[in-house]
């Protein structure tokens, strides 16, 4: 089958190698001479010395998705590397580079097909002073990607300036040795030249933009507790929130820091966590309470492997129950997902800004793919989803906290408004905050909380629906990336197919959601959980039309675009 | 609003709200309410600049009870509502509210926490030794034999020292009152709140219901026999080996309080958009 | 716990004039706070009690009011701000209330309080050497007499209740 254009390299290596570092830079200096890019990836159990893979890739139009097929990997070593045979799928196209006092191949990649060669990295970089086999390792793949060696420098100064001018000059060798060293290899990509700097693409993390997207909307306050894939973006919001007049708290626990979030809201500032999915479920409770006392908070879940401890490392999409089923009473409440590294930022700058309007917690459900994940991506618009919560002020005698009214949004007095005074509260109360058994006023205040977040226009922005075609592909989160992937190949062969892919989960959107599939005969849901949850969240709550098929499977391996294409090539005929 | 006009002279009606508190007859907890707006009016800060956040229990009812802005939270999470709410308006006086099962059981570990944090806020435990609101049973600071339905003949373990607790965690102001005697407590809860960093004030306050036996409390309080010491050795001396009964400020630290900077930028969005430029 | 009641200085016939008057004003707060616990807790009978004894403390405010004169005895109490610690004389004890108590529970409280008003306008009479204190102090102490033998008479009406008064078939309910 036919891989789209573009080009997939990885490096691996172990005990402290320094693939991680190959691979960022190489992402760098390919985007720097016009390349998109996207890097992933893939490490042991160990903090550090474990084994490492960088997994890039490489096209002319905006990554989204892992390539289902790597065109060339290099090893600097092979200890332990068959944890990544899975992950990094080769074919008779590919080149393999080892080293032959690497260890032993495994299996998997010796039967694969690939032609495999030897380079003694370990043996050329001793020969240097101070010289690393990672650069050697970069050396090598930026000449076979065809990427200019002045480009390479330009990054390794900008990089390594810090660690002194012995450790530019080395690795300036390292790189020289490696290029001398891949002479006569077949090129996996054509040369291209370096371009001008291009400040309208950025290179970032989905983790940074969730960070970045949250100060966009207007947070200025995070109180956290580290976990993994989550932690970077708390790491990124410490320095910045402090920048622009803002501050994170490491709290105790998950149940400290949801709470503070929500002392924090309360007290009028948008405020926001993040965490994974044992952390979500430690938060949970709190959420509710932010639900019934109307207290507007941001909660982003980086998804990773489930259930319960799961696989830490690694991407999967089934935290969906918890988050829009997970709180014990009727609490309705928003549920968002972006759907790559970019829409990270926005999606969670507009979770920031419908918190805030509607003084509702929002959970935003990235994954450990695009958290963890690095991309070139064009600099984001500077939209204007600023959070304006409706705040009660100049009050004049009788203040209702909870008033009923059109919208079922109720005016906030902030600690210090005079007049204004209340107890937020948990319990069920009256539209003064009143705790109450009442059958009518529960059911009020349950009717308001439903009808302010149902009756909101949310506008386009709830999903992305592209194309046409009786058969449509219904995704989210980071499937979408590899799901339009697949259907512009399916395009390319003449099958014309729609994509629906939604970005706000709750509410559910059924008018809209029917819109889209008007015409639809055939639905493809493709999903990454093993119980399919998406597909049973989609038939609880809309109309599916026609016939129905899943495509589901839960992490930790992406579900690549050609297996999506070969899904709608098999229900095309 | 000049600042000596805000602190116009008060009186504790002022900071009583209309709602009638549904606690028993009898309830140390009615006394602690007395405590608590006589010292809100001593300090003379507005009731709308003074925020009461409790947890779930009987004690945490007393938000509503008080015309301050009140956050009545999920059950032992109240010192983390305070934090994240001190932290984001330092401008606001902080007081939690909290009982034995709310603030030592399952909120104990933000406990320890706060009282390492130091923000500048108070936190009242009104100690019964019991479970009331949910009906009798045993707590952390429940004596090892007194009987109840969960555990018969009673649990057989020793309650622990809430103080020595706080002072080991780093409060920088511990003592304990008595409910029965209002205005000493009323006392201890303006010197708590003036106090900077975190003031952490136990208050025995007998629950008629399920501890009928506490009646007994006013006859075995006594005022500490020494005044409060600022040596945090010579205190966790002292609260190893207090009886439970000594009332009055028991160590008063000089720890800084914890107030990280807020509210002041140093930079815009433009400059934190520049790292990620290619 | 026994400690020395922070009472001030009787320096002036105001000052006793309105710490008189206080004693009175905290009774009728307190009476007040007593019945609306007796509402929520449906004890309609003592709802009526203390609201009428809060009624009757009110009034004798009114009366050492006017017997006061031209002296502003509400700011002067204010400004003396008596009873540093403690409960003053007729304040009832919040302690002795309960869900289930009956009118000679609460008559009991009413009559200890104005006993310790008695005793405490005794020792003003006894120690005071300013014959115009004297002579007030005098007219309080009758009056309290007074209150002592209102609270009597009214006792011999009702019965002492039985042990089992405080009985409560219901098991109680868990709130929250």
Known sequence: MKQAPGVSIAIIGSGGAGALTSGNFLLEAACGAGWHGLLTRSVGPQIRGGEAAALIRLAQHPVECAADRFDLLIAIDWLNAGRFESEIPLGPQSLVVGDPEGGAVPPGIAASGARLVEIPMKAIAKALPEGRANMIALGIAGKLLGLGADLMLEVMNKRLAEKGSAAVAASRAGLEAGRKAAAGLPLAAEPTSSKPRDTRRWLISGNEATGLGAIRGGIRFAAAYPITPATEILEWLAPNLAKVGGVLVQAEDELASVNMTIGGSYGGTPSLTATSGPGLSLMIEAIGLATASEISIVVVDVMRGGPSTGIPTKSEQADLNLAVYGLHGDAPHLVLAPQSVADCLITTQWAVFLAEVLQSPAIVLSDQFMGQSRAAIERPADVAFIGQRARANDINGDYRRYALGATGVSSMALPGTPGGQYTADGLTHTERGVPTGSAAEHCAQLDKRRDKLEHFSYGDHWANIEGDGYLAVVTWGSLTGAAREAISRARAEGIAVRLLAPRLLAPVQPAAFARALEGARRVLVVEQSHGAQFYRYLRAHYELPGEVRVFHRPGPLPIRAGEGHQEIRNWSA | ?278 | ?176
């Not at chain 2, 050795?233 to 914890?258: Q, V």
Request: proline residues 6%; charged residues 25%.
């Open chain 3, 1 to 176: 716990m026994t400690r020395a009641s922070d009472v001030p200085e009787i320096s002036s016939l105001a000052d006793l004039f309105a710490i008189a008057y206080g004693i009175e004003i905290d009774a009728v707060a307190r009476y007040e706070l007593l019945a609306d616990q007796m509402e929520t807790h449906n004890n309609a009978e003592l709802v009526a009690m203390f609201r009428d004894l809060a009624r009757a403390e009110g009034l004798h405010a009114e009366e050492i009011r006017r017997l006061a004169g031209d002296i502003d005895v509400a700011a002067h109490a204010a400004q003396l701000g008596a009873w540093k610690s403690g409960d003053s004389p007729e304040e009832a004890d919040l302690n002795a209330a309960h869900y289930l108590m009956t009118p000679w529970h609460a008559l009991q409280m009413a009559l200890a309080g104005e006993e310790r008003a008695l005793a405490f306008f005794q020792r003003i009479l006894d120690t005071a050497e300013d014959p115009g204190i004297k002579a007030m102090a005098a007219e309080f102490v009758n009056e309290e007499t007074e209150h002592v033998e209102l609270c009597h008479r009214l006792l011999r009406k009702h019965q002492r209740p039985p042990d089992s008064w405080s009985h409560d078939l219901d098991p109680p309910g868990g709130q929250e």
């Open chain 2, 1 to 278: 609003m000049s600042t000596a006009e805000m602190r116009q002279v008060r009186r504790p009606g002022d900071y009583r709200s209309d709602v009638k508190p549904v606690w028993c007859p009898g309830c140390g907890d009615h006394h602690i309410l007395l405590s608590f707006t006589r010292a809100f009016a001593e300090l003379g800060e507005p009731p709308e600049n003074i925020a009461v956040i409790s947890g779930i229990g009987c004690s945490s009812r007393i938000p509503a009870y008080t015309n301050c802005y009140g956050f009545h939270g999920v059950h032992g999470r109240s010192l983390a509502l305070a934090a994240g709410l001190k932290v984001t308006r330092p401008d606001l006086t902080v007081v939690v509210a909290s009982g034995d099962g709310d603030g030592y059981s399952i909120g104990g570990n933000h406990f320890l926490h706060a009282c390492r944090r130091n923000l500048d806020m108070t936190y009242v435990v009104m100690d019964n030794r019991v479970y009331g609101m949910t009906k009798g049973q045993p707590s952390p600071t429940t004596e090892p034999d007194f009987d109840t339905a969960l555990s018969p003949g009673g649990t057989g373990l020793s309650p622990f020292h809430p103080l020595v607790i706080a002072l080991a965690s780093g409060a920088n102001f511990v003592a304990r009152a008595f409910s029965g005697e209002h205005k000493e407590t009323a006392s201890i809860l303006v010197d708590a709140i003036r106090h900077p960093g975190f003031s952490f004030v136990e208050i025995l306050s007998p629950c008629v219901t399920f501890r009928p036996d506490e009646r007994q409390w006013k006859t075995m309080v006594r005022p500490a026999p020494v005044a409060a010491t600022d040596d945090p050795g010579r205190a966790a001396r002292r609260l190893m080996t207090d009886d439970g009964f000594n009332i009055g400020i028991l160590y008063r630290g000089a720890r800084k309080p914890y107030r990280p900077e807020f509210g002041r930028a140093t930079a815009d969005l433009a400059a934190l958009e520049k790292e990620f430029e290619l």
